[in-house]
Each structure stands twice: as structure tokens, then as C-alpha cells.
């Protein structure tokens, strides 16, 4: 299906990034005004926390030796030096471990909540008036099309999130530019990712909505970086991930041209 490309709005992109952090407040505000959307939101979310908690875990118990494993050349240096440069690779094993972590939470969770979160984008749609250009999906075809673009969509994290934890070795700025940089690309992934629902819903895919929100990327980064964010902070994820996918539908009505107010 050819996606319609509509034209980026002429307001400024600083303006228009930070209408996208807004899409995210709205989202959390519709879905704390809905004791049933919150009861949908956070089964899945609890399950896919706990299996990514225990994953970082086992991570930082055995980091110190991935950070021997990969700085064999220290093995001769004297003990401060060699400590210090192994703290900075297990540090970049951290932080890669936590990017991934955030960029891949999305992806599994919304495998695992696949019918819950399909229900609160439905329900939050069904309060701005419905859904233009809905088509039937089958759960099982749908099902098959989310693990597809999810599978793509990891592959696209792990291939930016490489070359990132190389970055992060370089003095300065591996602990300032490069966190940057990774918060951006998170929060891009993040938002292809979590718009997925509402587009299924109106048959469009991945290329799809890759092309409709780049007609508008500043947008679609306010509210991605903004879901990143919240996604960093200790069981963030687990509480926010819901409000994500309502402030998503609304990111994804916003940028086809739909009414994102209630009435």
C-alpha cells in the first residue's frame, strides 16, 4: 500500500520536537484517566521488566570479565592504568547492554502485550472518533507482520548500537556526544516501533510509516527521545510503555492528518 506523504509543517524544529514530548504527556494523561487501559497496560510490561532486570543483571555480574576478555593488551600494564581502562570497558559494556536493553524492550514487550496495547490504541482511537481507513487484519497474520518488523527493528538497533559502544571508548567524547547521538537514534527506533498498532490498523507497514513520519521527523524525535528517556530511569519502562503506545496513536493520527482531540 503506498503511504500518502504529507508535507512537514512549517513551524520550527525545536517547536515541533517538543510538541512531541507533549504527545507523550498526552498519551500518559489519557491512560491514567482509564483504570481499565491501565490494568490492560501493565501485565505485559511486568513480564518483558522482569525478563530484561534479570538479563542486566547477569550482565553486571559478569562484566568484569568481558571487560578482561576484551583488553588483553592491559594484561602487562601496571595496576592503575590497567584498572582504569578495564572500568571503561565495563562501562561501555554497561551503557551498550542498557541502549539495547531500552531500544529491545519495546520490541519484546509489544510481542508479548501484542493483544493488550492493539486494545488500549483501539480504545484511545475509538475516544478521538475511530479509525479512518481501518481494514480487518487476522490476529495471526498480524501477529506474523509484528514479529517481522520487530525482528527488523532489532536489527537496526544492534547495527547502530555497535558501532556506538565503539564510540564510547573515545575519551570525552564517548561520555558526551555519543550519549547524544544514541538517545536520537533510540528515540527514532522507538517511535518506528511503537506507532506500529495504529498503522497495522490501517494497513500500512514499516516502510510506511518510516516514510510518514520522516515528513515530520522532529516531531516523531520529541516524542521518541522523550519515551528513551523514561525508558533509562529504574522501572520506567514498566510504567510508561503504556502511555507510550496511547501517545503514539496520537503521534500516528498527527502525522496522517487525523484528529488527535476528543470529542
Known amino acids: 500500500m503506498n503511504a500518502p506523504r504529507l508535507a512537514a509543517p512549517v513551524t520550527g524544529a525545536a517547536r515541533r520536537f517538543f510538541t512531541g514530548v507533549g504527545l507523550l504527556l498526552r498519551g500518559l494523561a ?4 482509564s483504570p481499565g487501559l491501565m490494568l490492560l497496560g501493565i501485565v505485559p510490561a511486568l513480564i518483558s521488566g522482569a525478563l530484561f532486570v534479570a538479563a542486566f543483571v547477569a550482565l553486571a555480574f559478569f562484566v568484569d570479565d568481558l571487560a578482561e576478555l576484551v583488553t588483553p593488551f592491559a594484561d602487562d600494564w601496571s595496576a592503575t592504568p590497567r584498572n582504569l581502562v578495564r572500568v571503561v570497558a565495563a562501562l561501555a559494556f554497561l551503557g551498550l547492554g542498557g541502549l539495547l536493553g531500552v531500544l529491545t524492550f519495546t520490541a519484546v ?13 483501539e480504545r484511545v482511537e475509538e475516544r478521538l472518533g475511530g479509525t479512518p481507513g481501518a481494514v480487518e487484519v487476522p490476529f495471526w497474520s498480524s501477529l506474523r507482520r509484528s514479529l517481522a518488523d520487530s525482528a527488523r527493528l532489532v536489527a537496526m538497533s544492534v547495527l ?3 558501532p556506538l559502544f565503539a564510540a564510547g571508548f573515545i575519551p570525552v567524547v564517548g561520555q558526551t556526544v555519543i550519549p547524544v547521538i544514541g538517545a536520537a537514534v533510540g528515540g527514532w527506533l522507538l517511535a518506528l516501533e511503537l506507532v506500529g498498532a495504529p498503522f497495522y490498523r490501517r494497513g ?16 516523531a524525535l520529541g516524542f521518541g527521545v522523550a519515551v528513551f528517556v523514561c525508558f533509562l530511569i529504574p522501572l520506567g519502562a514498566v510504567l510508561v510503555m503504556p502511555a507510550a503506545v496511547a501517545g503514539a496513536t496520537l503521534l500516528a493520527r498527527r502525522s496522517l492528518g487525523q484528529s488527535i482531540e476528543e470529542g
Open 109 to 121: 514487550t509489544l510481542v508479548i502485550g501484542d493483544p493488550f496495547y492493539e486494545k488500549i490504541s
Open 160 to 162: 547502530f548500537g555497535i
Open 204 to 219: 500500512m507497514r514499516l516502510p510506511d510509516r518510516r516514510s510518514i513520519l520522516k515528513a515530520d521527523r522532529p516531531t
Open 30 to 33: 489519557l491512560y491514567v484517566r
